[in-house]
């Protein structure tokens, strides 16, 4: 199992960014897929999830401003990150299991700075 994310970097508060995660070795339409998030000394944080059935859920601290999609037949899920604060900066990393085993991205840099 692999899974590449892509779409970090460096933007204002208020902007928005785009995380993409590209995976391979599972049948992806039957997996649920999620993003974490993890800042040095705290514990990691779920963001977001979505379901087989496109069914999402997302932390109370990005309700409303992050949105999780994913497009099965190209194996990629998408977190669009909007209205982007400080405390968002963050490694963010897709994330899967299968098999009770837990299978994560490299991770993608998200840095929230005026």
């Known amino acids: 199992v692999q899974l590449q994310a892509s779409g ?3 933007v204002q508060p ?3 960014l785009r995380l993409s995660c590209a995976a391979s070795g599972i ?3 039957t997996r649920v897929m999620d993003w974490y998030r993890l800042v040095p000394g ?5 963001v977001a ?3 087989p059935e496109s069914t999402t ?3 109370d601290s990005v309700k409303g ?3 999780i999609s994913r497009a099965n037949a190209r194996r990629m899920v998408y977190l669009q990150m909007n209205s982007l604060k400080p405390e968002d900066t963050a490694v963010y990393y897709c994330h899967t299991r ?3 085993m837990d299978f994560w991205g490299r991770g993608t840099q998200v840095t929230v700075s005026s």
């Open 27 to 29: 049948v992806f339409s």
């Open 98 to 100: 299968r098999s009770g």
């Open 8 to 10: 970090g970097g460096l």
């Open 42 to 46: 705290k514990q990691r944080e779920l």
């Open 14 to 16: 208020g902007g928005s």
């Open 65 to 67: 401003r992050f949105t």
């Open 49 to 51: 999830l979505i379901t």
């Open 57 to 59: 859920s997302y932390a």
